[in-house]
C-alpha cells in the first residue's frame, strides 16, 4: 500500500488551513464537519470563508504564514497558488512531525484526503494515492448508488444495543452471528421503511434467540475457490467466506482469494501437495466436524471445484453421518478456467466433440483408466495433476493410438497473473513437463492449435518464447 488507510479522531483539534480560495474552502469544510478547531491563514477569503468566520466556525490570520504557525497544531493543509509556499508549509509541517497536505501535490502529501460515501456513521474511503483521482470519483460514484441512505441510522440503533446485547450474550461469535443476521434480515428492512421503534424491538427478539442459543448450532459450507483469479469467484463464495469463523483451506487456493476472507477468521491449512507436509484426509475430516460441533460457521475453501477431483464428496458423507448441516457453492474447476485464459475452447465443432476429466494422480493399486477411450481422436483430454506422470501418460496415450504430433499444452497457475503455458506435441509431454512446477493442467488435443488466434490473457509472445526455448532443449 501506498498509504495506510485509517480514520483519524480530529474532534476539538487544532487544524491549519493555510488559503483562502475555494480549494481550500472544500478542505475546511471537510474538517469542520469532523469537528475540528481550524484556524485559516490568508490575505483574502472567499465568501464561504466569510460566511464561516462571521458564524464563529473559524478563526482566521489575515498574514503571511510563518513556520511557527504551526506549533500545537495536529494537522495541516496547504491549498494556495503559490508553490512556494506550500512547500514552506510542507518543510516546516515535516520538521515538527505534523501531518500535512499540500493539495494537488502528492509529492507533499504525508497524508492525502480520499473520496467519501458518507453514511454517517458509517464512512467509506476511496484512495487512488494521488494517482487517479477521478477513477477515484467514479468508483465513489458507484458506491454511492450501491449503499442505501439507512445505513447511518442502522448503524446508529445498532450502537445504542451493543451493551445491551453482551450482557445478554456472552460468545463473541454468538454476537457476530446476531448482528450479522439483523443487518441481513427483517431489522434492516424496518430501519429502511422509518420503523425505528419496531426494528429496535426486533433486535429485542433477536437477542432472546442468541441467549437460549437457538442458533448456535455449526455448519459447514464447501466453497470451490476456482482455479485462482479471485474475480471468478461466485457472489455466494465471497459473502460466505466473510461470514466464516473458521476456514479450511488448500494450497491450490490462490493467495488473492485468500485475501477475501474475514480478517479475522481462524485459517488452517490443510492442503496436500508434493514436497510440502500434508494433512491426512482423516483428520481434514475430523477437523471440520469438530470446529461445526463447537457451533462454529465453518468454510472448507478447495481450489477449482469440489466435486471435481476434490474429494468434496467425502466430505460431505462425513458431515452427514455426523448430523451437522452443510451447503455447497461450486467454483469453476481449472480445466474450464485455465483453458478459458490460455485461448484453448474444450470443444469445437471442427477439432473436438468431446472433452473428457481425468486426474494423473493415479491410486496407489494401479493405473484402471481405459486408455482406449481416453486416446480416441477428435476430442479434448484435459489431466488435473499429470506432471509427475506425465511419462506413463504420453506413454499410455501413445500406445493406445494418439499420434505423436497431437497439440498438447501445459498451463501452469491458470488464470493468475503468473500464468504460464507450454505448448509442444504429445511425444514431447514428458519432456515439456520438466519445465513446469505445480498446479499444471495438462491439455491434449487439437483444439490447442487454437490458442494461437484465441490467446487474450497475458502476452502470447512470452509464452511462444518459452515453448521454443523448450523445445529446443
Known amino acids: 500500500m501506498d498509504y495506510l488507510p485509517i480514520f483519524a479522531d480530529i474532534r476539538r483539534r487544532p487544524c491549519l488551513v493555510v488559503g483562502g480560495g475555494d480549494v481550500a474552502w472544500r478542505k475546511t469544510r471537510m474538517l469542520l464537519k469532523a ?20 458564524a464563529g466556525e473559524i478563526t482566521h490570520q489575515a498574514e503571511e504564514f510563518a513556520p511557527s504557525d504551526l506549533d500545537g497544531i495536529f494537522l495541516a493543509i496547504a491549498a494556495t497558488d503559490r508553490k512556494a509556499v506550500n512547500a514552506l508549509v510542507y518543510q516546516s509541517a515535516n520538521q515538527r512531525q505534523v501531518m500535512v497536505n499540500v493539495v494537488d501535490d502528492t509529492q507533499r502529501c504525508s497524508f492525502i484526503v480520499p473520496s467519501i460515501v458518507d453514511r454517517s456513521p458509517i464512512i467509506v474511503a476511496i484512495s487512488s494515492s494521488g494517482k487517479a483521482p477521478v477513477l477515484a470519483r467514479l468508483v465513489r460514484e458507484k458506491l454511492e448508488a450501491l449503499l442505501p441512505q439507512h445505513l447511518g441510522r442502522m448503524a ?56 437460549q442459543q437457538r442458533f448456535s448450532q ?13 474475480g471468478l469467484l461466485t457472489l455466494r463464495a465471497l459473502q460466505l467466506m466473510q461470514q466464516a469463523d473458521v476456514v479450511l483451506y488448500d494450497y491450490l487456493v490462490s493467495d488473492e482469494v485468500m485475501d477475501l476472507v474475514r480478517r479475522d477468521a481462524e485459517l488452517v491449512c490443510v492442503g496436500k501437495k508434493a514436497g510440502f507436509h500434508s494433512v491426512p484426509q482423516e483428520e481434514t475430516n475430523e477437523l471440520i466436524v469438530r470446529y461445526a460441533e463447537q457451533g462454529k460457521r465453518v468454510v472448507r475453501l478447495k481450489g477449482g471445484d469440489p466435486f471435481v477431483f476434490g474429494r468434496g464428496g467425502e466430505e460431505l458423507e462425513v458431515l452427514f453421518d455426523a448430523g451437522i448441516p ?18 484453448i475452447p474444450l470443444t469445437h465443432r471442427d477439432y473436438a466433440q468431446t472433452a473428457m476429466f481425468i486426474t494423473g494422480h493415479l491410486k496407489p493399486d494401479g493405473d484402471q483408466l481405459d486408455w482406449s477411450t481416453l486416446a480416441r481422436g477428435k476430442q479434448t483430454l484435459v489431466i488435473y495433476m499429470g506432471l509427475m506422470k506425465s511419462s506413463h501418460i504420453q506413454q499410455q496415450l501413445l500406445s493406445h493410438g ?4 497431437t497439440p498438447i499444452a501445459i498451463i501452469e497457475r491458470g488464470t493468475q497473473k503468473s500464468q504460464k503455458v507450454l505448448k509442444g506435441q504429445l511425444g514431447e509431454l514428458a519432456t515439456l513437463a520438466q519445465h513446469a512446477a505445480s498446479p499444471s493442467l495438462i491439455v491434449v488435443g487439437e483444439v490447442v492449435n487454437l490458442s494461437e488466434k484465441l490467446h487474450w490473457f497475458g502476452k502470447q509472445e512470452q509464452q511462444l518464447q518459452q515453448s521454443a526455448v523448450v523445445k529446443l532443449a
Open 35 to 54: 469537528g475540528a478547531d481550524v484556524r485559516v491563514i490568508a490575505h483574502e477569503l472567499n465568501g464561504d470563508f466569510q460566511q464561516a468566520l462571521q
Open 156 to 211: 446508529d440503533i445498532a450502537g445504542r444495543f451493543r451493551n445491551r446485547l453482551a450482557q445478554i450474550v456472552s460468545s463473541a461469535s454468538q454476537r457476530r452471528y446476531f448482528w450479522e443476521l439483523a443487518f441481513n434480515g427483517r431489522f434492516s428492512e424496518l430501519v429502511a421503511a422509518g420503523q425505528e421503534k419496531q426494528a429496535e424491538q426486533e433486535l429485542a427478539d433477536l437477542s432472546l434467540q442468541a441467549q
Open 218 to 230: 455449526g455448519q459447514v459450507a464447501l466453497i470451490g475457490a476456482g482455479p485462482g483469479d479471485a
Open 326 to 343: 452443510f451447503q455447497v457453492v461450486p467454483g469453476i474447476t481449472a480445466a474450464a478456467g485455465a483453458t478459458a485464459y490460455a485461448g
Open 402 to 405: 494418439r499420434a505423436a504430433d
